[in-house]
Structure formats: structure tokens, C-alpha cells
């Protein structure tokens, strides 16, 4: 299982942009989808998940109102729309998957995911 995330880069406080997560190998559907971020010097943290039937949806509560997690299982991507940036907000992105089909659990944890890309650079600029 490979995963590619795309649509990072440097976007003004206040700007937007749409993270994507191609899976070859696998496809997302039945699968669960999480994003974490990584800023610099500091750990790893949970953004958003999507539980594999892509019913329900988990969100940290930095990026509650403010990011959007969807999955197109014909383009068998996982987008990640980000709103109203801030220049907390930067960090590198990943998403992650798990091993199994229909696993459900801790979202939020790295853990529960066995999969990772190999994330991509959102700089927030004040």
C-alpha cells in the first residue's frame, strides 16, 4: 500500500488549500482515513479521521469549523479541504491508513494506522 499526499504549500493567514491522498494498492473504500500533521520540534497530532464505511468523521478541536475531510472512492482519493489557515496551522500533513478492512477504534491515535505517506509542506505565513 502506497500513499501519496499532495496540495501542500505556502498560503497567506486566512487562505485555504485542498489536501490530497492517492492510495495504490489498496483502495480507500472500507478502509478508514486518518490526517495527522506534524509541526517543527514538536510531536505528531491528530486532525481528522474518516471511519471506513465514510459516514462518520473526526475532528480535532483546533480544526473544528475549519478543515473538511472527504473521500471520492471513484478517484479513490481522500481530500482534505483547509479553511481560514493560520500560521499555527503549519506543519507537515500525512494520511494514514490501516491494515485491515472496516477497522474502527481510536481514530486519533497514530497506532490504530499502519500505512503512512509521506506527507506534504503547508506553510502558513502571517
Known amino acids: 500500500v502506497r500513499l501519496v499526499e499532495s496540495g501542500g504549500g505556502l498560503v497567506q493567514a486566512g487562505g485555504s488549500l485542498r489536501l490530497s491522498c492517492a492510495a495504490s494498492g489498496r483502495t480507500f473504500s472500507n478502509y478508514a482515513v486518518g490526517w495527522f500533521r506534524q509541526a517543527p520540534g514538536k510531536e505528531r497530532e491528530f486532525v481528522a479521521a474518516?471511519?471506513?464505511?465514510?459516514?462518520?468523521?473526526y475532528y480535532a478541536d483546533f480544526v473544528k469549523g475549519r478543515f473538511t475531510l472527504s473521500r471520492d472512492n471513484a478517484e479513490n482519493t481522500v481530500s482534505l479541504q483547509m479553511n481560514s489557515l493560520k500560521p499555527e496551522d503549519t506543519a507537515v500533513y500525512y494520511c494514514a491508513v490501516p491494515r485491515y478492512a472496516k477497522s474502527s477504534g481510536s481514530y486519533h491515535h497514530e497506532g490504530f494506522y499502519d500505512y503512512w505517506g509521506q506527507g506534504t509542506q503547508v506553510t502558513v505565513s502571517s
Open positions: 474518516m471511519n471506513w464505511s465514510g459516514f462518520s468523521t
